[in-house]
Each structure stands twice: as structure tokens, then as C-alpha cells.
């Protein structure tokens, strides 16, 4: 398609959103093949509050980032959800998916057992997929305490310390501190 089309159709789609039921708009745009302007972010935000939260979720604002690499964070007390531009670009059917979790955020911080009933009765996912690119199939995020250095892995390390600081053999002194999962939502 060119760009002035997928212009056209973006205004027509937002046109369109105002007669559009929370359901359809949800649909709308699970079913596009492009990822959604900031301002169609902004209406799927009140969709989903209506389809899945009677409305009651306090009002937030969903920005992209073009910096985020992983799909999602938010920021409850600024009441802001920025959606990960390079993580939807490669799956952007997973827009609803991300801001839904986001969503749940706005109430619960954190991802214990009421997250989780929440993202159960939402239809939401608990993890991100791996993404392609620099990080592709790592899960988990690791630095050492001596010289700062990062280690992305797939697996989790028990007894492992820094390669750079200790010279060769397990030194408990540099072993690696787990920094967070680079496949979560956030
Ligand atoms: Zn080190
Ligand atoms: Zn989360």
C-alpha cells in the first residue's frame, strides 16, 4: 500500500471510531497489518476501559517509545503507558495484548496473584515474546558487581561470576547479580 492510502485510511479510521462500538474498535485494530498512531492508541485505551473495566479505569495517556526495547511499561502515578515501538513493529499484533497488561498496572504495580487473576480474566498475557535483533532469544538480565558490565542469557545462572574480573575461575566476589527478565511487559 502507499503512504498517501495508509494515510487516507488512518483518517477514515479514526472518523470511523467515534461511531464505532469499544468491541469493533478493539477489533479494528487487532485485525491491522499496521501499528496504530498515538492518537487510535488513545482511543483503544477507552475501548478496553469500557469492554473490560465497565469504564472504571482512571484515565491515562499511551505514548510510543522509539527508545524502549522491551513491549511495555507504566507509569501508574503519571498515569502514562508508553507501548515499545520496536518490540509492536515486529509483533504488532500484540498491541491490544501489551496495553491491556499495561492497563492492569494502572491498579496493581506489581505481577503477584492479584495481577495475575486480573490478566486471567482480561485475557491478558503475563510475558512478552523474545524479539528479534540484539537481545533475540534472551531471557534474562545480569551485571556484575565489580566492573558494572551487562550479560543478557537464555538461562538463568546460579554460580557465575564475571569473566572480565575473575580472571578465569568462579570468584564469588564478582558472581552475577540478576538485574530483571527481558521478556516480561513490564
Ligand atoms: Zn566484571
Ligand atoms: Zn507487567
Redesign the pocket.
Known amino acids: 500500500m502507499r503512504k498517501v492510502e495508509i494515510e487516507a485510511l488512518r483518517e477514515h479510521n479514526l472518523d470511523l471510531f467515534d461511531s464505532m462500538s469499544p468491541a469493533s474498535i478493539i477489533e479494528t485494530i487487532s485485525a491491522s497489518e499496521r501499528i496504530p498512531t498515538e492518537s487510535e492508541l488513545n482511543e483503544l485505551f477507552d475501548a478496553l476501559n469500557e469492554q473490560f473495566f465497565a469504564g472504571g479505569l482512571p484515565k491515562a495517556r499511551v505514548e510510543w517509545s522509539s527508545r524502549m526495547k522491551h513491549a511495555?511499561k507504566?507509569m501508574s502515578m503519571q498515569r502514562i503507558i508508553r507501548l515499545g515501538e520496536s518490540y509492536h513493529r515486529y509483533y504488532p499484533e500484540d498491541v491490544v495484548d501489551t496495553l491491556k497488561?499495561?492497563m492492569?498496572?494502572l491498579m496493581i504495580p506489581s505481577?503477584g496473584a492479584d495481577?495475575k487473576k486480573e490478566a486471567r480474566r482480561i485475557g491478558a498475557s503475563?510475558h512478552a515474546k523474545n524479539y528479534p535483533g540484539m537481545l533475540r532469544g534472551m531471557k534474562y538480565l545480569y551485571t556484575c558487581p565489580g566492573c558494572g558490565a551487562m550479560f543478557p542469557s537464555m538461562k538463568r545462572y546460579r554460580e557465575r561470576s564475571c569473566g572480565k574480573c575473575s580472571k578465569g575461575r568462579y570468584d564469588p566476589r564478582f558472581k552475577l547479580k540478576f538485574v530483571r527478565r527481558l521478556d516480561?511487559?513490564?
Open positions: 511495555g507504566c497488561h499495561e492492569i498496572h505481577h495481577f503475563f516480561e511487559k513490564l
